[in-house]
């Protein structure tokens, strides 16, 4: 029983440090950016050597991965976005209103905690490789997102007919980019909820057609 008791002590232990080291390297990439967080002031603001942040995450750059990954989700727990009890209630809405209520208020609050990351990935990524090969993975992971959500949308609600599903994801996608949170927070005055009611808005508005246009002879 001992043994197990040190065992489970431990694993509460890393599981803390960890949490430290990724709070200590989101404030670092949101306030100095990439290029500016260095891995020794991450471990000072942790109060961790730098050794312990090398051997927990390797490079710069798969910290800051593992930072977006916590920031996106909304914790460190390995379950997917989209395997989430989120899903079940968009899923279980009577109408195309009510999941892209649920879905605007679940991609908002993600928004709200990872595109100031995101963004530094992409402003790393033009000079170095490995955040190239991750701002593609984070694209690429946004199509996933954008398409899982209109396949959900057709199925309570035709979409329209002139877009194919390929412009229904690319239109969601934009919809979802984290330049666009960003300009609309900071420059333009939203809030997170602002932001909320007007991404499911503009998504009824692109992808589903207004009953007013079907009555059109």
């Not at 997917?80 to 009510?98: M, Q």
């Not at 990524?125 to 991750?134: F, I, K, Q, V």
Request: proline share 4%.
């Amino acid at each position: 029983m001992e043994r197990v008791y040190r065992s489970s002590r431990r694993a509460e232990q890393a599981r803390r440090t960890r949490a430290r080291i990724l709070d200590a390297a989101t404030a670092e990439f949101l306030e100095r950016g990439y290029a500016g967080a260095t891995m020794r002031a991450i471990a000072a603001s942790a109060c961790v050597s730098v050794p312990t942040v090398e051997l927990g995450f390797g490079t710069k750059a798969r910290l800051l991965k593992a930072a977006i990954d916590v920031a996106i989700a909304g914790d460190d727990d390995s379950v997917p976005v989209l395997h989430r009890s989120w899903t079940e209630a968009a899923l279980g809405a009577s109408t195309v209103e009510g999941f892209l209520d649920v879905a605007a208020e679940v991609v908002a609050a993600a928004q709200a905690r990872s595109a100031g990351l995101v963004l530094a990935v992409f402003e790393g990524a033009r000079s170095d490789p490995e955040l190239a090969t991750l701002a593609a993975q984070l694209t690429n992971q946004r199509a996933v997102t954008a398409g899982w959500l209109v396949d959900a949308m057709a199925r309570s609600t035709p979409l329209r007919a002139e877009s194919t599903r390929a412009e229904a994801v690319d239109e969601m996608w934009v919809l979802m980019e984290p330049a666009l949170f960003d300009r609309l927070v900071r420059h333009r005055g939203l809030t997170p909820a602002d932001y909320a009611r007007w991404f499911a808005r503009a998504a009824r508005r692109l992808l589903v057609p207004d009953p007013t246009e079907e009555r059109t002879p």
